[in-house]
C-alpha cells in the first residue's frame, strides 16, 4: 500500500467491519468519550443518539470529534441529520443489519438522529516486519504520509 485511495479504503473497511468505537466530543473544553455503535456509508461513519444525550448537545454545539478504533485515530467533524433515524433509508438497512438489538430498542424513538461524521485527519499504527510505522492521512487533500516510529533506547 503506497497511496491515500488504499490506506483510507483499508480504515474504512476496518471500521465497517468492527462496527463499534470510541467517540470523543468536548464541551467548554471538557472532552468525555463513550462506546458508540457505527455503520459507514458515503465516505461517512455514523451513529445514532438521543436529543437528550450529553454527545447530541455537545455535538450540536461543536461539530469537532476525534474517534478511535484500536489502531486508528480519527478527528472530524459530525453532522446532525434532520429528521428520526427511521427516515433515513442507508443508514437504517445498514444499523439494522449490523446492530440489530440496538435498532429495535432505539431506533424508533423520535428523539433520536443520525450523526454523520466526515473523517479529517486519520492516524494508524502499522507494522512490518516488527517494526512500527506511523500512517497519516489527510482526508481533505488526499495525501498520506508514512513515518517509521522511532523507539531505540536512546529516544
Do not use: C
Not at 485511495?5 to 463499534?20: E, F, L, P, T
Not at 434532520?82 to 440496538?102: C, D, M, W, Y
Amino acid at each position: 500500500m503506497d497511496n491515500f485511495q488504499d490506506y483510507y479504503a483499508k480504515v474504512m473497511a476496518h471500521i465497517a467491519k468492527k462496527g463499534v468505537g470510541i467517540l470523543a466530543t468536548a464541551n467548554q473544553n471538557v472532552p468525555m468519550t463513550r462506546m458508540v455503535s457505527f455503520v459507514v456509508y458515503d465516505d461517512k461513519i455514523a451513529f445514532q443518539t438521543s436529543k437528550k444525550l450529553e454527545k447530541y448537545v455537545q455535538i450540536a454545539t461543536n461539530s469537532a470529534i476525534a474517534l478511535n478504533f484500536t489502531n486508528i485515530n480519527i478527528q472530524g467533524k459530525a453532522r446532525i441529520q434532520s429528521g428520526q433515524v427511521l427516515t433515513h433509508e442507508k443508514f437504517r438497512a445498514l444499523f439494522q443489519e449490523k446492530h440489530q438489538k440496538s435498532f429495535d430498542t432505539y431506533s424508533h424513538m423520535a428523539s433520536n438522529r443520525v450523526v454523520e461524521i466526515s473523517p479529517e485527519t486519520i492516524v494508524l499504527w502499522e507494522y512490518e516486519a516488527g517494526e512500527p510505522f506511523l500512517i497519516f492521512l489527510d482526508v481533505r487533500h488526499q495525501t498520506f504520509r508514512k513515518a517509521h516510529y522511532d523507539h531505540t533506547d536512546t529516544d
